[in-house]
């Protein structure tokens, strides 16, 4: 029996025979859109591929760095209190030879009663302001130094969270000395931020000022250039796009419809694009001097989006893309982001275990009373002991 087929089995006949029903009819409904987008792509591959060059290989090593953080999914939610644990780590490479690194742990604790959506928020936030603060610490030990994600992503969440009424002096204080660190980093023109799970649909929103009903304003770039960009190359966005930022074009993207006046609608893709800055009251021409790239160093996989800022020169950010062994062949990421990340990684099921050794030391320390120990147990009993992992 295929291991894979071993959760199926689990179901009741009937509910398994429904799924494979359901199966055949999205790998039909699959099959032909597949063959469409195909089709569509031969119509705009002559556009996109003036702007696809070969990326310059060389023999050369510069000393990179790479800073992520990894938390945990979800908190560990018990009847007196909600945890979370972090790690933040940070790797030095020259070539594939380690140079250094150093770490950071730490834990994350909100009361029950607070908000579940104001707790996840200011941790993310949390864990990213650490990231920053040790990316500084580590700006002039290397050549290179490669955020997680892009350099302004934790802005977009802050007006969301202001207009629940869940975003307040701690959080704005927070979010500011994050701004600050990150201007740090970008302005000493040595840091590049590597997006991962990339949802950029600049292409799409860019196709969109001709034909409004252009099939890409829906699909990802990450998605359309994985099906003509050769290995060993990179697409240089402004070179498409001009001095606009990616944001504007993927506003664009998610606004816009057929029957869509272009004018109205590009007005409200700027506005989205910077309203993070200006609803925090920072300078909106930052988000200019932004650049992206997609590269893609192996044809087997997806291209990785790096985002940098105009203080790094083209010449010279290919110059460190362009080094030896730089992408992890596994990943086409930068094999400084992947160390890191395996290195730090948290699971869920670490973050219970965590929480029961902090249990266990806080009953050691508790001894000779009956009711402070039943407190304990109490404390830490599972809010939901179904949802644990």
Request: proline share 4%; net charge neutral.
């Amino acid at each position: 029996m295929h291991e894979e087929y071993v959760d199926w089995l689990k179901f009741p006949p009937d509910v398994q025979h429904q799924f494979f029903q359901c199966a055949e009819e999205e790998a039909t409904k699959l099959a032909k859109a597949i063959e469409e987008f195909v089709s569509k792509v031969k119509e705009v591959k002559s556009i996109l591929m003036q702007h696809i060059h070969t990326l310059p290989l060389h023999d050369e090593t510069y000393n990179v760095a790479a800073v992520d953080s990894s938390r945990s999914a979800n908190l560990s939610e018990r009847l007196g209190v909600r945890y979370g644990v972090f790690a933040t780590g940070l790797i030095f490479l020259k070539g594939i030879e380690k140079m250094g690194e150093m770490y950071k742990v730490g834990t994350f604790k909100r009361k029950q009663a607070f908000s579940q959506d104001k707790s996840k928020y200011f941790f993310s936030l949390l864990t990213t302001y650490l990231e920053r603060k040790m990316a500084l610490e580590a700006l002039d030990k290397c050549d290179l130094l490669i955020l997680d994600g892009s350099f302004y992503s934790f802005l977009i969440p802050v007006e969301r969270m202001r207009k629940s009424g869940l975003h307040g002096p701690e959080e704005d204080k927070k979010v500011n000395e994050t701004f600050n660190l990150t201007e740090e980093l970008r302005k000493s023109g040595k840091v590049i931020g590597v997006i991962k799970r990339s949802h950029t649909r600049a292409i799409g929103g860019y196709l969109a000022q001709k034909d409004r009903k252009t099939p890409f304003t829906t699909t990802i770039d990450k998605h359309l250039l994985s099906t003509i960009m050769p290995e060993k190359t990179y697409f240089n966005y402004q070179e498409l796009l001009g001095n606009m930022p990616v944001q504007f074009y993927t506003s664009l993207a998610s606004l816009i419809t057929p029957e869509s006046d272009i004018e109205t609608i590009k007005a409200e893709a700027l506005e989205k694009a910077y309203r993070p800055f200006e609803i925090l009251g920072y300078d909106k021409s930052i988000l200019d001097n932004m650049r992206r790239l997609q590269v893609r160093a192996y044809s087997h996989i997806p291209p990785a989006e790096i985002e940098y800022p105009s203080s790094i020169s083209l010449e010279k950010l290919l110059k460190f893309l362009g080094q030896k062994n730089f992408f992890n062949e596994a990943t086409n990421l930068p094999l400084c982001l992947d160390l890191v990340d395996n290195l730090v990684s948290v699971s869920q099921k670490f973050t219970g275990e965590f929480v029961s050794e902090v249990e266990g030391r806080v009953l050691e320390k508790i001894t000779g009373n009956k009711e402070n120990i039943e407190n304990v147990k109490i404390f830490f009993t599972l809010l939901n002991p179904q949802k644990e992992y």
